[in-house]
């Protein structure tokens, strides 16, 4: 469910970052690039604005602080 997911922090991704990847990349499931130098952060915090907190928005992970968080996810059971 993905009303969930934004507005309380920036998540990390695993991704690597580059501002053409996700130009022409994959529809489904996205990789991101094979190297890069920052990692992917996408939605946003409480204090984004309301355009940024979509599942598609990414941003390069060069802005670390107390609103950048992770997600753990495992698969159900």
């Known amino acids: 469910m993905l009303f969930d997911l934004y ?3 920036w998540e990390l991704c695993n991704d690597w970052y580059s501002d053409t ?3 022409n990349c994959p529809v489904s499931n ?5 190297l890069g130098e920052a990692r992917t952060m996408r939605g946003g915090d409480c204090g984004t604005s309301p355009g940024w907190l979509t599942s598609s928005m990414r941003c390069a992970s060069d802005l670390f602080g107390f609103d950048v968080g992770f997600r753990i996810v495992r698969k159900a059971n």
């Open 21 to 23: 990847y996700y130009i």
């Open 30 to 34: 996205p990789k991101g690039p094979a």
């Open 7 to 9: 507005g309380n922090v």
